[in-house]
């Protein structure tokens, strides 16, 4: 096992890979609900990765990597070939690269479509996400390809059907935005939701949000009561979080994280996220050198575990 386990962190590093796992054998237990998250190692090196896996299994069902299409195969391909040596559920988040704050689509997104259907017919991933924060990236800076990824979204979903009838796919979207926040560190003015962009998106088997509600408020207390059970008025599908975060820290003004605020979040809030979602990804295991608010989103920094893995652990071990 552990020798599999360091030729796929040679591969996504870039090495020749070798020995390959198969996945399309492998019966994933996606029995909801289930937490982990995204694909963060201390280094990028043989010994970060090792650290990583070493620990995060101590608290997490899944594992999940997140990036551009075309990178499908080294990064996608590494979680999926882990999980298969490990029992981890993959889950596995694909979009289009970023240029200049906006997400730049191909021309032909059939090009996508096929990519993506040969990729998962090796693959049979459980989990399949394609479009991250679309509200925010798309529909905000770029309406007309928010417009042309929800035309061919049916006929990803068909064509991965295909291949995978298990697969379920879905898009995400930026939580806070969503609902027409963008004050606090986004430094805007706040606006009417936008709950009927969901709506978009009909063929989708589940609908994905990221959520960072320490960019609004000051303090995990200040989240109203019914912040995430109101999505359940606005889906008619299982809900999964892409990523959940607060920062531990950070140069902010008043919405400056500190480590108590993170753990109190973690305790107060992800128990409720696992009552209303199949999945929680908390974003970061390990600080991953972000820039702000996000790098300090890690459960583990520099200077070690922060109060909030602990809770996770009391959660979650």
């Known amino acids: 096992m552990l020798k599999r386990m360091l030729l796929a962190q040679l591969c996504v590093l870039g090495a020749a890979c070798s020995d390959p796992v198969s996945s399309t054998t492998t019966t994933w237990d996606t029995t909801p609900p289930f937490v982990g998250f995204s694909l963060s190692p ?43 040596v490990s029992g981890y559920v993959p889950v596995v988040i694909t979009g289009f690269p970023t240029v200049d704050g906006r997400r730049v689509l191909p021309d032909d997104l059939d090009e996508v479509v096929e990519a993506v259907t040969d990729w998962v017919a090796d693959n049979q991933v459980p989990y399949l996400g394609l479009g991250v924060e679309i509200n925010a990236f798309l529909w905000e800076k770029a309406p007309e ?40 560190l986004f430094g805007e003015t ?44 606005h889906v008619d599908r299982p809900i999964v979080f892409t990523e959940v975060g607060w920062q531990a820290g950070g140069e902010l003004g008043e919405w400056s994280g500190s ?36 790098e300090t989103m890690g459960l583990i920094g520099e200077d070690g575990e922060r109060p909030a893995w602990q809770a996770w652990l009391d959660l979650f071990g």
């Open 42 to 84: 201390p280094s990028v090196s043989e010994q970060g990765f090792k650290e990583f896996f070493e620990t995060a299994v101590l608290g997490a069902d899944l594992l999940a990597w997140s990036g551009p299409w075309q990178d499908l195969s080294a990064g996608g391909g590494f979680i999926v070939e882990q999980a298969a």
């Open 190 to 233: 706040d606006t009417a939701p936008e709950w009927e962009l969901i709506a978009r998106f009909p063929d989708a088997d589940v609908i994905g949000f990221t959520t960072y509600p320490g960019l609004i408020y000051t303090d995990p207390g200040q989240v109203p009561d019914d912040y995430y059970r109101q999505i359940l008025e």
């Open 145 to 184: 390809d928010f417009e042309r990824l929800a035309h061919i979204y049916p006929d990803l979903v068909a064509s991965v059907h295909s291949v995978s009838e298990g697969t379920r796919v879905f898009p995400v979207f930026q939580l806070e935005r969503l609902r027409g926040l963008k004050s606090g």
């Open 259 to 294: 480590a108590d605020k993170q753990a109190d979040f973690v305790t107060r809030w992800v128990p409720e996220l696992t009552e209303i979602a199949d999945m929680v990804i908390w974003s970061f295991l390990w600080d991953q050198g972000q820039a702000a608010p996000f």
